[in-house]
């Protein structure tokens, strides 16, 4: 679960800001973090744009380190030359995101990009940044009740009705007029989850399936999530469950290995996102019935498009056309469309772009599934 912030402990950290401000401070070394010159030389050229803070939330994910950072550092250089990236990444703690966003500040950001750990505590953050005249984008997940200047992230709501969708369409050309899905949610911690739910369930509450055990997942937590599909197994039995709707590609996993476990052949429909290389080759292996496929290449680069807009003053709103309500205020923002894979598009959408290589999905027991699915 994530760690909690004192209000106490957020006061003090916001005032250490301050304080270093008014000291002075301006080191480019990076406590915790990385500094990275994006213009190609170990310390920012004369005349350069600013400086600009990238800050993930956690390296368990592999995304943030294989794709979100050097899609971002790449992109940053070919829109702001002249510009300095400051790196970090807070491992799953937000105590330790906020002390990074203050090293950021510190060390003179003029725009922080943050994927937030705690979507509420990171309001903080923002607050901190704006008292420093810093400008605040809002990445992958929406930081709450802030004066945030820009978001891009993807449409959660519409990630909730892809699954959805594929679920239920799955169901009726299967022949399945009714019967019980079984739904596990994401962390109830995480802004991501709630639209993703009503996405969902604005599919599902009409669909004539009956949602007969919900769960709110802890940490996304795979191993929670095979927890919860026992339970469901237990309540329901196997036999009466025709679907399972599942927010992510991971606690997918926990909820296939919790049907393997009780004997259920064939598997039911079973949904998730982030189309990693493993949720692709149960897909092709026949334990996985969809995925849904987030281009992190395209947010990581309109992200840093963005803030090189920003910090050099260019016009921004071609960049951010759309909104989206943080709890207080309507933040101009880049809503991202998530795609729904299965076994009938994965080949254009996940090997044909060049997302991922035949090489790298189909390797040991994966082999005679790949050739059957004529992906050789």
Not at 17 to 23: Q, R, T
Not at 219 to 226: E, G, L, T
Not at 314 to 338: H, W
Request: aromatic residues 4%.
């Amino acid at each position: 679960m994530l760690r909690s912030i004192t209000k106490q402990t957020l006061a003090a950290s916001v005032l250490a800001v301050g304080l270093a401000f008014l000291a002075g401070c301006s080191s480019t070394s990076v406590p915790n973090g990385t500094s990275v010159a994006t213009g190609g030389s170990a310390t920012p050229s004369v005349g350069a744009a600013g400086k600009v803070a990238l800050l993930l939330p956690e390296s368990k994910t592999a995304r943030y380190e294989a794709r979100d950072k050097p899609t971002f550092t790449n992109a940053l250089a070919a829109a702001c030359a002249n510009c300095e990236l400051l790196y970090y990444n807070a491992d799953g703690d937000a105590n330790k995101q906020l002390s990074q966003a203050q090293s950021a500040l510190t060390n003179g950001a003029k725009v922080l990009v943050i994927d937030p750990v705690d979507s509420t505590a990171a309001a903080s953050i923002v607050a901190a940044a704006k008292a420093q005249n810093a400008k605040v984008i809002s990445y992958d997940r929406l930081v709450l009740n802030a004066d945030l200047d820009y978001a891009v992230k993807f449409d959660n709501v519409a990630q909730g009705k892809v699954q959805a969708t594929a679920l239920v369409d799955k169901l009726r050309a299967d022949g399945k007029a009714s019967g019980s899905i079984v739904m596990i949610n994401g962390s109830s911690t995480d802004a991501n989850s709630a639209p993703l739910k009503q996405g969902a369930h604005s599919v599902l509450d009409s669909s004539g399936y009956e949602i007969a055990a919900e769960y709110d997942t802890p940490d996304w937590s795979p191993d929670k999530a095979q927890n919860e599909m026992q339970q469901a197994i237990t309540k329901l039995g196997a036999a009466n469950i025709v679907g399972v709707y599942v927010a992510n590609d991971g606690m997918a996993s926990g909820a296939i290995a919790a049907l393997k476990s009780a004997g259920v052949s064939p598997l039911p429909p079973v949904t998730g996102l982030d189309a990693g290389v493993d949720s692709i080759q149960r897909i092709i292996a026949g334990d996985q019935y969809q995925t849904t496929y987030l281009n992190v290449e395209q947010e990581a680069t309109a992200a840093a498009k963005l803030a090189a807009a920003v910090i050099s003053g260019a016009p921004v709103k071609d960049l951010v056309g759309q909104s989206i309500n943080n709890g207080l205020k309507d933040v101009p923002a880049l809503l991202l469309v998530p795609t729904s894979v299965t076994m009938s598009n994965l080949k254009a959408v996940i090997i044909d772009s060049g997302y991922l290589t035949v090489s790298s999905i189909c390797t040991g027991d994966y082999l005679k599934a790949c050739t059957a699915a004529g992906l050789s």
